[in-house]
T-cell receptor, first 112, second 118 residues
């Protein structure tokens, strides 16, 4: 069965710092990869997705992620965070079928 | 921008009672999903629904659970006899049909219903 792991449960950083959130999955076949964000009090929103092609994917709000197939990883990055990036971030994988398998989430707190 | 909506936002029920959680997916979407997140744990897939039938379900989705699309707009999750361990945030999601064999459109999530079983 596929599984997704996110390395950090909590990240605290200051505005303008760079952010990188790790995500690894276990599945040997073709996958679609997603990063969702949940701002306080709001629903899950898609930040970016990878289906095929260029492994460096750009999403909304200055986020990007790199798919490294050999490492089964899909890490999320943002060069300079803002206070408004405070949220919980979820990596998700679609392998066989239609369902998404989620990682445990990473709570990011950006201090002003 | 169209959104998935869910009602109620918070449901409190007694153990053994039946609950129905309601979702209104985005109008041109054809794939529907329920997920849940127990406090402090991962978001877990429960069930997917397409063409008026369940297309996939997880081990969690036992005989106590059922889904229905009673009309053209609502998508419901029923828990027949709630247990304490059913307390969780329940998320509905919907997805439009893919553009073809090599595309997959993302799932749009609703705000969730927090179910508390006492």
């Amino acid at each position: 069965a596929q599984s997704v792991s996110q390395h950090n449960h909590h990240v605290i950083l200051s505005e303008a710092a760079s952010l990188e959130l790790g995500c690894n999955y276990s599945y040997g076949g073709t996958v679609n990869l997603f990063w969702y964000v949940q701002y306080p009090g709001q629903h899950l929103q898609l930040l970016l997705k990878y289906f095929s092609g260029d492994p460096l994917v750009k999403g909304i709000k200055g986020f990007e992620a790199e798919f490294i197939k050999s490492k089964f990883s899909f890490n999320l990055r943002k060069p300079s965070v803002q206070w408004s990036d405070t949220a919980e971030y979820f990596c998700a994988v679609r392998a066989a079928g239609n369902k998404l398998t989620f990682g445990g989430g990473t709570r990011v707190l950006v201090k002003p | 921008e169209p959104e998935v909506t869910q009602t109620p936002s918070h449901q409190v029920t007694q153990m053994g009672q039946e609950v129905i959680l309601r979702c209104v997916p985005i109008s041109n979407h054809l794939y529907f999903y329920w997920y849940r997140q127990i406090l402090g744990q991962k978001v877990e897939f429960l069930v997917s629904f397409y063409n008026n039938e369940i297309s996939e379900k997880s081990e969690i989705f036992d005989d106590q659970f059922s889904v229905e699309r009673p009309d053209g707009s609502n998508f419901t999750l029923k828990i027949r006899s709630t247990k304490l361990e059913d307390s969780a945030m329940y998320f509905c999601a919907s997805r439009s049909p893919s553009g073809g064999e090599n595309s997959y459109n993302e799932q749009f999530f609703g705000p969730g219903t927090r179910l508390t079983v006492l």
